[in-house]
């Protein structure tokens, strides 16, 4: 089975990493001429426009990100105006900006080189106002296509090998990511962009899910094929990532059709020409499930983590409680949210408001790769130039005890900068926070399956710390890095360990 064939993520991953010199080594320039379609656009589908009124989500956003469970009595079954608000504050357009080369529309979750590289379908039973069917969402003109008509749920269950959440679901959210999208200026390294970019579109998809109290849960187990091909996605190009199971029905699911045709719609062309980046298609192959008893062996075994004891100095964290914490509802902190592009290097964060971001951020994802516990596989390593109340440093979270191990003291805002790609944000910002995983252990459990796990999982917890930072009045930007240069950095105790992602904070300038 390829999933175990682990040199292949290494092979990627270790083929992908930036360091000082791979940057200055890069001749690669931005071809703006050829600067791909940021929508997929059918043609020849007619739309079914979507209500341009999405409702406020008033739920405050602290509490949205901080929840891993709704619990429901009897159905949960969502609507058209549900599932405008679900894709609108997931991947909706909410601001658009003029830039000397056209207008850019941003969306409501942050994404690399706002390249927007990840597509949402719906695949869903007869809803109280949309009848059963395949659909695509279109963020540019707020409108579904609808692929397939009739209920293909049962596809999607057989897929995951029969993942209750999936067969009791309405509705599954399935996002895929187009590869040249994002490498016309990644190149290669744009894999790992599907899990950061879908991450984020996903913490908030969790977050309107909950304030609409909509039971979600992510499913990253699911036959590769069968997925793509209900999509009648041509995989060469694009592919499916993850699943969201919304809802609870209580209706058994119709049998499923024997057999899924292809659809022969046609799509506009991204670019007049697209460049292939085989490592992508390579390390997505092999991380691919190939049949519902790999799927079910795989999602079987829950992966246990050893912490190692502190050694060094602890700080329990200072989280706000309720009283106390902003009760800025989902909805208008995703309209707000955008990521910082300056820093205001003189004003610090208080200790309470990056523990409450740590706090609220971490607490769990519905996920099947994941203990209902809430174990993360990317462990948050901080440094930390401006918070008042904890000294300059570098630390280590025990999540376990929520407390923060100081690793060393110092003034490490140079060392910030340059681990952060050499960017001004990160020396500027109050406080980073780095996602490092034990990739080889993570890789053993889960196989190379696991690659796509920890990275969509670092892109979830870094959107729920963006909404967290825009919740509290300060601002966010997720950074790239260099790869081992981070991990040097908080060796010994970072010592084997992998560089997953990073995220910067602090008031914006
Ligand atoms: C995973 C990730 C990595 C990013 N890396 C960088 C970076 O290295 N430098 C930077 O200036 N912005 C970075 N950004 C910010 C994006 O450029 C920004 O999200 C995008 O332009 C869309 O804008 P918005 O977040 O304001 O909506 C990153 C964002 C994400 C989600």
């Known amino acids: 089975m390829t999933n175990?064939?682990?040199?292949e993520t290494w092979k990627y991953h270790n083929g992908t990493k930036h360091s000082f010199w791979s940057i200055r080594r890069n001749t690669y320039t931005l071809d703006w001429p050829n600067k791909p379609l940021p929508f997929k656009i059918y043609p020849t589908l007619d739309p079914i426009e979507l209500p341009r009124e999405v409702p406020q989500l008033e739920t405050p956003s602290l509490e949205a990100i901080a929840a891993t469970e709704i619990e429901v009595d009897g159905e949960a079954v969502p609507d058209l105006k549900d599932l405008?608000?679900?894709?609108?504050?997931?991947?909706?357009?909410?601001?658009?900006?003029?830039?000397?080369?056209?207008?850019?529309?941003?969306?409501?979750?942050?994404?690399?080189?706002?390249?927007?590289?990840?597509?949402?379908?719906?695949?869903?039973?007869?809803?109280?106002?949309?009848?059963?069917?395949?659909?695509?969402?279109?963020?540019?003109?707020h409108s579904l296509r609808c692929l397939r008509a009739g209920d293909f749920r049962a596809v999607i269950a057989r897929s995951t090998g029969q993942e209750l959440a999936v067969m009791n679901a309405p509705v599954t959210i399935i996002s895929t990511g187009t590869y040249w999208r994002n490498s016309w200026k990644y190149r290669a390294r744009t894999y790992r962009h599907f899990g950061w970019d879908n991450?984020?579109?996903?913490?908030?998809?969790?977050?309107?899910?909950?304030?609409?109290?909509?039971p979600a849960k992510l499913v990253m187990g699911f036959v590769d094929d069968e997925v793509n091909r209900l999509l009648s996605l041509d995989s060469q190009r694009e592919v499916a990532f993850s699943l969201v199971a919304l809802g609870y029905s209580l209706s058994p699911l119709p049998v499923e059709s024997a057999e899924i045709e292809p659809l022969n719609f046609e799509t506009l062309m991204l670019s007049p020409r697209e460049l292939d980046y085989p490592a992508m298609r390579e390390i997505h192959a092999a991380s691919s499930l190939f049949n519902q008893e790999e799927v079910r062996t795989w999602r079987a075994q829950t992966l246990v983590k050893r912490?190692?004891?502190?050694?060094?100095?602890?700080?329990?964290?200072?989280?706000?409680?309720?009283?106390m914490v902003a009760r800025d509802g989902v909805g208008p902190v995703i309209l707000r949210r955008g990521s910082t592009r300056r820093f205001a290097r003189d004003q610090?964060?208080?200790?309470?408001q990056l523990s409450t971001l740590i706090h609220r951020s971490t607490q769990g994802i519905p996920a099947d790769f994941l203990d209902p516990v809430g174990t993360h596989l990317n462990d948050l390593y901080l440094i930390v130039n401006a918070v008042e109340g904890l000294r300059m440093g570098a630390y280590v979270l025990h999540r376990d005890k929520w407390m923060l191990e100081l690793l060393k003291e110092g003034d490490f805002r140079a060392k910030a900068g340059y681990l952060g790609l050499e960017q001004d944000l990160p020396a500027e910002a109050s406080a980073t926070i780095f996602f490092l995983a034990d990739?080889?252990?993570?890789?053993?459990?889960?196989?190379?399956?696991?690659?796509?796990?920890?990275?969509?999982?670092?892109?979830?917890?870094?959107g729920k710390m963006y909404l967290a930072s825009y919740a509290q009045g300060f601002g966010a930007t997720g950074l790239t890095f260099y790869d081992d240069d981070v991990v040097d950095f908080f060796s010994p105790h970072a010592f084997g360990k992998s560089a997953i992602f990073l995220m910067a904070f602090g008031f914006s300038q």
Not at 4 to 7: A, S
Not at 307 to 323: A, F, N, Q, R, V
Not at 439 to 462: D, S
């Open 199 to 214: 991450g984020t579109i996903l913490s908030n998809l969790l977050a309107t899910a909950t304030a609409l109290r909509l």
């Open 84 to 141: 405008v608000q679900l894709l609108y504050y997931s991947a909706g357009l909410t601001k658009s900006k003029q830039f000397p080369g056209g207008e850019i529309h941003f969306r409501a979750a942050s994404c690399t080189g706002a390249l927007y590289e990840i597509e949402l379908y719906l695949v869903c039973g007869d809803l109280p106002d949309l009848k059963a069917g395949v659909y695509h969402f279109n963020p540019g003109d």
């Open 4 to 7: 175990r064939n682990l040199d």
């Open 439 to 462: 990739l080889g252990a993570i890789l053993e459990h889960f196989g190379n399956r696991g690659y796509r796990a920890v990275q969509l999982e670092a892109g979830i917890l870094g």
């Open 307 to 323: 912490h190692p004891e502190p050694i060094g100095e602890l700080i329990p964290l200072k989280p706000l409680d309720d009283s």
């Open 348 to 352: 610090a964060l208080g200790f309470e």
